[in-house]
Structures are given as structure tokens and as C-alpha cells.
């Protein structure tokens, strides 16, 4: 069965320090890995990763695929509260857009 | 250039009844989606098209319908609504280039009591 899971669900960390996000999947003809910021409302997209070992860098964000092991982490340095939010990973079924999302995880950063 | 759209942004129904949610974009993508969030669950294909007149099953597909006759534009409906169908209901849509790099709308807001 096709899955995608993330840990931890909930962190709450103080600004500036650093966070790291894990998501693991298993999906049928998988092509990428993705991932999406959701605040209060509609998710947007960050990062999309297909090859393992290359880091994907937007600001102080930062991301790499595992495809050997099957997973990828997002790394977020010298958080600030602006960065609270709940970050989502999918897997890209290579069908059409089809996407399977896990459950995400709910970042609080406290001032 | 309003990007997504959905409406409405609130609805309740009772159980049985029927109601249409609309999604409409204006970035000429060519694919469209629905999705369903409920706590603690992420996000879940309901349906999904990849052009006008073409549409296939998600994840959770039982309950709704869903049409796609003018490529901006793209219907779920739900028949027959229940109680396990009260969620929050996100559109999307997306380049057939970029699949990946999904736009959603603000979402729809639904209680079946």
C-alpha cells in the first residue's frame, strides 16, 4: 500500500534555532518528492526533489531526497515565527499530478 | 489574475442533501484536483483531470462526482452528503509541464450534521 509518513507531527521550538523535518514514503512508480508549506489556508509548493544526494536550497530552507532509503528531510535554520506552519511532503505517483501527501507537520516557533 | 477560486467559502448541509462545489482558475493550467483535509490526515485525492472532459479517481472517490467541461473549470459534487464527508475541500490545479507544483484555492469549509 502506498504511504507517505512524516515525524515528528508537532514540534515547537524557539526563533533561532534549527528544525529538521523527516518524511518517508513508499509510492508505485514514484517520479518525486515534494514539499508544501500550509498556512492557515491553502498549501504552497517549496521544494521538488528527484535525484538522491542533491540539495534543494530556498533561503533558510533546505531539503535532500533519499532514494535508497526511501525518504527526505527539510531542514529549516534560525527559525523565526514566520516559519510556523504545517509542512506537508508528497510523493508524485508519475500519474497525471497524482499526489499522495502525508499527515504533515505542525511547526510552532515561539518568539 | 485571481489564480484559483472556489465557492462557496462556508456550507452546511443536512444528511441526504446535495450540493456542487466550484473550482475555477485563470492560469490556463491543464490539470485540475480535489482534495479533502481532515485533522491530522494531510491531504487526500478525492479526483482529478488532466483536460477538459477527462477526469479520474483519487484516493477517496467514493461519494462525490466530478466534471470538467470547460478547461478553467472544474465541479465536485457530492450527491448524497453524509457526516463523513464534513472536511475542509481544497482545489487545485497545475501545468502539465510542472505537476508537481500544485496551486490550490483557499478551500471550502463543509459541515454535514
Known amino acids: 500500500e502506498d504511504k507517505v509518513v512524516q515525524s515528528p507531527l508537532s514540534l515547537v521550538v524557539h526563533e533561532g534555532d534549527t528544525v529538521t523535518l523527516n518524511c518517508s514514503y513508499e509510492v508505485t512508480n514514484f517520479r518525486s518528492l515534494l514539499w508544501y508549506k500550509q498556512e492557515k489556508k491553502a498549501p504552497t509548493f517549496l521544494f521538488m526533489l528527484?535525484?538522491?544526494?542533491i540539495e534543494k536550497k530556498s533561503g533558510r530552507l533546505s531539503s535532500i531526497l533519499d532514494k535508497k532509503e526511501l525518504f527526505s528531510i527539510l531542514n529549516i535554520t534560525a527559525t523565526q515565527t514566520g516559519d510556523s506552519a504545517v509542512y506537508l511532503c508528497a510523493g508524485d505517483y508519475n500519474q497525471g499530478g497524482k499526489l499522495i501527501f502525508g499527515q504533515g507537520t505542525e511547526l510552532s516557533v515561539k518568539p | 489574475n485571481a489564480g484559483v477560486t472556489q465557492t462557496p467559502k462556508f456550507r452546511v448541509l443536512k444528511t441526504g442533501q446535495s450540493m456542487t462545489l466550484l473550482c475555477a482558475q485563470d492560469m490556463n493550467h491543464e490539470y485540475m484536483y480535489w482534495y479533502r483535509q481532515d485533522p491530522g490526515m494531510g491531504l487526500r485525492l478525492i479526483h482529478y483531470s488532466v483536460g477538459e472532459g477527462t477526469t479520474a479517481k483519487g484516493e477517496v472517490p467514493d461519494g462525490y462526482n466530478v466534471s470538467r467541461l470547460k478547461k478553467q473549470n472544474f465541479l465536485l459534487g457530492l450527491e448524497s452528503a453524509a457526516p463523513s464527508q464534513t472536511s475542509v475541500y481544497f482545489c487545485?490545479?497545475?501545468?502539465?509541464?510542472?505537476?508537481?507544483?500544485?496551486?490550490f484555492g483557499p478551500g471550502t469549509r463543509l459541515t454535514v450534521t
Open positions: 528527484t535525484s538522491s544526494g
Open positions: 487545485a490545479s497545475s501545468y502539465a509541464g510542472a505537476p508537481y507544483e500544485q496551486y
